[in-house]
């Protein structure tokens, strides 16, 4: 689905907006779509797992603890030490608070204190990935995660699984219904409202029904 198709939906459930290409209301549908985007992957962001098959790198530099996260990342899943071949070799583990040999010290500060070497853990904080120990080289790590999505345009490709684009549009076209004395509130619930059954339809795919008795053995008594 394109952003146009976004836009005829929002046309749909009001009908009074003009969003064909060249009408009035083309660049303000596409700011409120943004903006319900942005709220939808907010929402994703914060649950693990959903919507993380983005894949990338970072680079960790010598002597330096932290490495900055990736534009758009807004969530990590899992990160990989990869070998001069691109073939991961290491699975970090999430340290929660990094360091542990100098144990009068605060974190992130212990940080720098280690021995140096190789990453075999990590943790975030502040937009940063700390390393630990603290990289002794230039070590290519590989990310999994959410990243954001591009801002939606007319014409470009829309990101996201075509369950989520009638819930978008409906929010968007309540963020172009809201007046300045109109709480805010209004918007918040209805997008929580609309938003949350797409997110609990991609959380998971593997959905079971209740558990069958299964007999194995027969009994003559």
Same mark, same amino acid.
């Given at each position: 689905?394109?952003?146009? %198709?976004?836009?005829?939906?929002?046309?749909?459930?009001?009908?009074?907006?003009?969003?064909?290409?060249?009408?009035?209301?083309?660049?303000?549908?596409?700011?409120? *779509?943004?903006?319900?985007?942005?709220?939808?992957?907010?929402?994703?962001?914060?649950?693990?797992?959903?919507? %993380? =098959?983005? #894949?990338?790198?970072?680079?960790?530099?010598? =002597?330096?603890? =932290?490495?900055?996260?990736?534009? %758009? *990342?807004?969530? #990590?899943?899992?990160?990989?030490?990869?070998?001069?071949?691109?073939?991961?070799?290491?699975?970090?583990?999430?340290?929660?608070?990094?360091?542990?040999?100098?144990?009068?010290?605060?974190?992130? +500060?212990? +940080?720098?204190?280690?021995?140096? %070497?190789?990453?075999?853990?990590?943790?975030?904080?502040?937009? #940063?990935?700390?390393?630990?120990?603290?990289?002794?080289?230039?070590?290519?790590?590989?990310?999994?995660?959410?990243?954001?999505?591009?801002?939606?345009?007319? =014409?470009?490709?829309?990101?996201?699984?075509?369950?989520?684009?009638?819930?978008?549009?409906?929010?968007?076209?309540?963020? +172009?219904?809201?007046?300045?004395?109109?709480?805010?509130?209004?918007?918040?619930?209805?997008?929580?409202?609309?938003?949350?059954?797409?997110?609990?339809?991609?959380?998971?795919?593997?959905?079971?029904?209740?558990?069958?008795?299964?007999?194995?053995? #027969?009994?003559?008594?």
């Amino acid at each position: 689905m394109t952003g146009q %198709g976004l836009l005829d939906r929002m046309e749909v459930l009001n009908q009074e907006l003009q969003l064909q290409p060249g009408e009035a209301n083309v660049s303000f549908g596409l700011t409120a *779509l943004n903006m319900a985007q942005d709220f939808f992957e907010s929402l994703a962001a914060v649950r693990p797992g959903i919507l %993380g =098959s983005t #894949v990338g790198t970072v680079a960790t530099i010598a =002597s330096t603890e =932290s490495t900055a996260f990736p534009t %758009g *990342l807004l969530r #990590v899943d899992r990160l990989q030490r990869l070998d001069t071949n691109s073939r991961p070799i290491v699975e970090l583990a999430r340290r929660h608070r990094i360091g542990g040999h100098s144990a009068s010290t605060a974190w992130p +500060l212990n +940080l720098i204190l280690t021995n140096a %070497g190789a990453p075999y853990g990590y943790e975030t904080s502040g937009g #940063v990935i700390w390393w630990d120990p603290l990289p002794d080289a230039v070590y290519t790590i590989r990310w999994y995660g959410f990243l954001a999505a591009a801002d939606i345009t007319a =014409s470009g490709t829309f990101t996201y699984p075509d369950v989520v684009a009638t819930p978008l549009a409906a929010v968007a076209v309540k963020l +172009l219904k809201h007046g300045l004395d109109d709480p805010i509130e209004d918007i918040g619930g209805l997008a929580n409202e609309m938003l949350k059954p797409c997110l609990d339809a991609l959380t998971n795919f593997n959905r079971d029904g209740a558990t069958p008795f299964e007999y194995t053995m #027969v009994h003559d008594t």
